[in-house]
C-alpha cells in the first residue's frame, strides 16, 4: 500500500490528521489549478477550500479505481464550474458558432517571428494571457487547462468531465486556436 | 504535433504531416505559435505559499455529530430480595 492508499485509508476512519497530510500534500496542485481555471486568487483559495471539505465528506466514495489527485482534479474542477455558474449571468457562449471557425477561404496564417519559447512573463504579457483565457468559455478553458498546461491525458480528462475522447479533442482544438488567435495581435506587432 | 494528437509518431498520417510541414511554411508558423500559446500558459505558474490545512480541519470540525451530555436516567431500584 503505497503512502496516499495509507493515508486516505486512516482519513475515511474519521483520522483528521491523515486528511491534513494528504491537504499539505495536494494544496498546491488544487490551488495551481484552481487558479488557471479562475484567473483569480480569492476564488482560487474558495475553489480549494471546498474542494477539500467536498474531498473529506466524500472520501468513503473513493475508491482507488482512479489516482488521487485525479479525484480531486474532478472535484475542483466541480467546484469552479458551481461558483462560475452562481456569481456570473453570462449565457453560457459555444465556440461552435465562432467567428474564428467560419470557412473564410483562403487561410490567413500570421507568422510570430522570433518569439523565445521561454519568453520572460512579464506583467503585461500576463496581463494579456489572463485577458485571452477569461474570453473562453469555461468549459474550454478547463479541457485546455487540463491537457495542455497540467498535462493529464485526453482519457484522463474525458473521463474527469465525463465527455468522450473526440468531444474532448474538439474542445481542446478550439481552444487552443481561440488562445492562440487572442494572443496574434501581441506577437505580430 | 503528433504527440499533442494523440497519434503515434510513426503513424502514416504523422509521416504525412511531417512531409507537408517541410515544404509549408504557412503550416510551419500555424504550429508554432499554436505551440509557443501552450508553452506561454504553462509557463504562467502562481504558487500558493500559505496553508489552507487548519482552516479546512477547524470548518470540518464542525461536521461532528453534537453530543449533548444528558443527565443518566435514574433507575428505579429493584428490590432487595430477601
Known sequence: MDQDAKLISSAKSGDKVAFGKLIRKYEKTVYSFAFKICRDKEKAEEAMQETFINAY???????????????????????????????????????????????????????????????????ELKEILDRA???????????FVMRDVEGLSTEEVGKTLKLSVPAIKSRLHRARLFLRNELNPYFTR | ??????????????????????????????????????ILYKNYKVEYKGSCCEEVLAR???????????????????????
Open chain 1, 57 to 123: 465528506r466524500g472520501l468513503k466514495s473513493f475508491t482507488g479505481s482512479s489516482k488521487f489527485s485525479t479525484w480531486l482534479y474532478r472535484i475542483v474542477t466541480n467546484n469552479c464550474l458551481m461558483m462560475h455558474r452562481k456569481k456570473s449571468h453570462e449565457p453560457v457562449v459555444s465556440l461552435e458558432d465562432s467567428e474564428l471557425f467560419r470557412e473564410t477561404g483562403e487561410l490567413q496564417v500570421p507568422h510570430w517571428g522570433e518569439t523565445p519559447q521561454d519568453a520572460v512573463l512579464n506583467n
Open chain 2, 60 to 82: 470540518l470540525e464542525l461536521d461532528k455529530p453534537l453530543q449533548i451530555s444528558l443527565p443518566k436516567k435514574s433507575r428505579p431500584k429493584s428490590p432487595k430480595r430477601s
Open chain 2, 1 to 38: 504535433m503528433c504527440e499533442k494528437a494523440d497519434r503515434d509518431l510513426s503513424s502514416p498520417t504523422c509521416k504525412k504531416l511531417r512531409e507537408h510541414l517541410a515544404k509549408c511554411p504557412d503550416c510551419v508558423a500555424y504550429y508554432d505559435s499554436l505551440k509557443k500559446t501552450i
Open chain 1, 133 to 143: 483565457i477569461q474570453k473562453l468559455p469555461l468549459e474550454y478553458r478547463i479541457v
